[in-house]
Structure formats: C-alpha cells, structure tokens
DNA sequence: TGTGTGACAAAGC
DNA sequence: AGCTTTGCCACAC
C-alpha cells in the first residue's frame, strides 16, 4: 500500500503511527456506521489476538477521528468504555453513537442490542 | 535489556 | 450484579 492510500485510510498523521497503531486503526476504518466492535475484536482484526489493550492506548492516541471512528470501539461487556476528555469524553461517545442509530442506556452505559449490532467480519488484511 | 503505562478481558469471589 | 485480582500486549524511555 503506497503512502497516499495509507493517508487516505487512516488520516496524514495516523500515517506516522507505530505499525501495530496503524493496523488498527485500519482495521477501526471499516467497522461500519451504526455498528460497534470491542476492543478486543479489533486487536484480532489488526493481526495480535488478546492485545486488546494496546487497542486501547492506539485509541487514546488517535489523531482523526474522522477517519477513524474510534468511538465504534467499546467493551466486551456490552459497555461503551472510555474516550478522551474524561466524563465528558463519554458522554460525547454516547452521543456519536447514538447520531449513528446505536443506542446506550444512560444509567449503566451498556449498548443496547449489543450482541446484534457487534461486528466481527473483518475483511483479512492483504 | 528492563520497567512502567494504559480508552482491555476473563476469572474469581 | 458488582468488585477485585491477574494476565495481557505494544510502545515509550
């Protein structure tokens, strides 16, 4: 994949990111709209099954949001989970996914319909 | 090399 | 239904 696709992808600043940061948050480009995966979900996707913890830190440090909609990234407990800016990073997650037809409850933050609107099928990486 | 750091996850209680 | 370990991984220093 040439350098122009990669940004075209991800957004000009992700493609600086470390190559694991890159896979997911190509991996992250093509969970459509209205739908959710977890973050362990994506590690899998991005080629290192069980890191989804480093999913996590490739979220925090996102630099397009736009291009790479990491508010579709939630928990494996059907919980949205965290996003930047704190309490009100949340409530700004809630919100997007809500614009997008995927509602949450307010009081337990848990994804209602989760297990139906939970996507998988990755396309397999070139 | 080794250590510390998380937007996680599964298991134990 | 919750809370607390314990394990996990890629990355930065």
Same mark, same amino acid.
């Given at each position: ?22 896979? @997911? ?8 709209? =209205?739908? %959710?995966?977890? &973050? #362990?979900?994506?590690? +899998? ?22 291009? @790479? ?8 407990? =059907?919980? %949205?989970?965290? &996003? #930047?800016?704190?309490? +009100? ?38």
């Amino acid at each position: 994949m040439t350098r122009p696709d990669l940004e075209a992808e991800i957004g000009e600043d992700n493609a600086d990111a470390p190559p694991f940061f890159q896979a @997911v948050y190509r991996a992250v480009h093509r969970i459509p709209r =209205g739908r %959710v995966a977890t &973050y #362990g979900d994506v590690a +899998a996707a991005a080629g290192s099954p069980g890191a989804a913890r480093a999913v996590g830190t490739a979220m925090s440090l996102n630099q397009d949001c736009s291009k @790479v909609p990491c508010h579709r990234v939630v928990r494996a407990d =059907g919980t %949205v989970g965290l &996003y #930047g800016g704190g309490e +009100a990073g949340v409530a700004r997650k809630i919100l997007l996914l809500r614009e997008e037809g995927v509602e949450v409850d307010a009081a337990t933050r848990r994804i209602r319909g989760f297990a139906r609107l939970r996507f998988t099928s990755f396309p397999e990486q070139a």
